[in-house]
Structures are given as structure tokens and as C-alpha cells.
């Protein structure tokens, strides 16, 4: 079974924090993805990598920044946390090229900014 | 541009009723369609894709390239149904991204 893990569960962070979401994948997969669900929004893509050190920007990257220095770490990374980055950030991956699009996805991390 | 457009984001209905979660689709070319599901407290995951044009847990789901819909179906909903259900597209050389509707929460009522 693809695992997908998220290492925090729930964050309260204050605003102008540093914040660091980090997903590790264990299939070996090539690609990865964060998304960001919010009610009534869905999921929004910000980020995703198909390789070491790559990335490219999803639909809404304004005020994230990702890392991929290993091919199972995709870090999501908010520099300076603001109110309206309040959300739950959903991390995935999937073969790379299959075009299956079955994604496999982690829990879930609830970031709550104050 | 590329969208997918769930028009309900409730539908509630009775045990044993029929379902049918409207998704439409805004592509050129021939897109890869999906539906997946979330229980509450549990992950995002497949619930089936076009391409397979199987039956699971008994939803079904026709792609119509006319009216470029991708409406799921099941003859009688279950409880165990009630869920959040997202609508996907995959387009050529996407990377394995997708593009997600909105979502539409199905309450199955006893």
C-alpha cells in the first residue's frame, strides 16, 4: 500500500512565522503535489515536483515555497504565515507519466494561523 | 482554459433514493476524468476513473464528450455514502496533476 505521511497533524502558528509542512512518500513515486482544500474552494494546486530539486508553481504558489531535496520529502514551506493561509494542506504523489491519475494523498495538515 | 464546474455543494437525499452528482468539464482535447471521495476523518482517495468504466461500491459515472459531463450515479444510496466528492480532470502531459471541482457533500439521510 502507498503510504503518505504528513508529520503534523494540526499547527497554530502565529502570523509572520515560518512554517514547514513536510510529506514523505514511500512508493518511490516521481511526482508529488500540495494542495491546499478549503470549504466551498475545494483543492487548489500550489506546488509540485516531478524530480529531485524540481518544482514548478501550481494555481495559487502567492506567499509558499516548496523543497524536494530527496525524491520520498516534499516540504511545503510559508515564510512569513499569514490569517488567510488558515487552511488544511494536503500533500500527494504518483507515478510519474502513468496518466492513471490516481493520486494518493496523506491526511491532512490543519494549519491555523492566529 | 481547464475547469471542472460541480454546480451542487450539498445534495442530500434518503436511503435507497437514486443519486447523481453533476460534474461538468471545460477541456480541448480528450481529458482524463476521475471521481474521488472523502469520508469524514479519513484521506482523499479514488473512488473511479473513466477510463476503467467500472462500478465501485455501485457508483458509476459516463463521460459524455458532447455535454462534456462526468455525472456520478448509483441506483440507492447508502449512509456509508455520505461523503465529500470531488470531481478531477487529468489533461495531456499534466504530470499527474490534477484539477479538482469544487467538491459537493452528499448526505445520505436514514
Known amino acids: 500500500d502507498v503510504k503518505v505521511t504528513q508529520s503534523s497533524r494540526y499547527l497554530v502558528k502565529r502570523t509572520g512565522e515560518k512554517v514547514f509542512l513536510e510529506c514523505v512518500q514511500d512508493?518511490?513515486?516521481?511526482?508529488m503535489f500540495w494542495y491546499r482544500q478549503d470549504p466551498g474552494l475545494g483543492l487548489r494546486l500550489i506546488y509540485f515536483s516531478y524530480d529531485v530539486k524540481m518544482k514548478e508553481k501550481g494555481d495559487i504558489p502567492e506567499g509558499y515555497s516548496v523543497s524536494r531535496e530527496k525524491k520520498e520529502r516534499f516540504s511545503l514551506i510559508l515564510e512569513s504565515a499569514s490569517t488567510n493561509q488558515t487552511s488544511m494542506y494536503l500533500c500527494a504523489s504518483t507515478l510519474s507519466g502513468t496518466g492513471t491519475g490516481e493520486l494518493f494523498f496523506g491526511e491532512g495538515s490543519r494549519l491555523t494561523v492566529l | 482554459a481547464q475547469r471542472v464546474t460541480q454546480p451542487e455543494k450539498l445534495l442530500s437525499v434518503f436511503k435507497g433514493a437514486p443519486v447523481e452528482l453533476k460534474c461538468n468539464y471545460s477541456?480541448?482535447?480528450?481529458?482524463?476524468l476521475f471521481w474521488y471521495v472523502q469520508y469524514s476523518r479519513q484521506r482523499l482517495q479514488l473512488l473511479l476513473r473513466h477510463i476503467s468504466r467500472e462500478s465501485i461500491k455501485g457508483f458509476t459515472a459516463d463521460l459524455n464528450k458532447g455535454e462534456t459531463s462526468f455525472h456520478l450515479k448509483k441506483p440507492f444510496a447508502q449512509e456509508e455514502d455520505s461523503a465529500m466528492y470531488y470531481c478531477?480532470?487529468?489533461?495531456?502531459?499534466?504530470?499527474?496533476?490534477?484539477?479538482f471541482g469544487k467538491g459537493t457533500k452528499l448526505s445520505v439521510k436514514p
Open positions: 478531477a480532470l487529468s489533461g495531456k502531459g499534466s504530470q499527474g496533476n490534477l484539477i
Open positions: 477541456y480541448s482535447g480528450s481529458p482524463e
Open positions: 512508493m518511490d513515486h516521481e511526482n
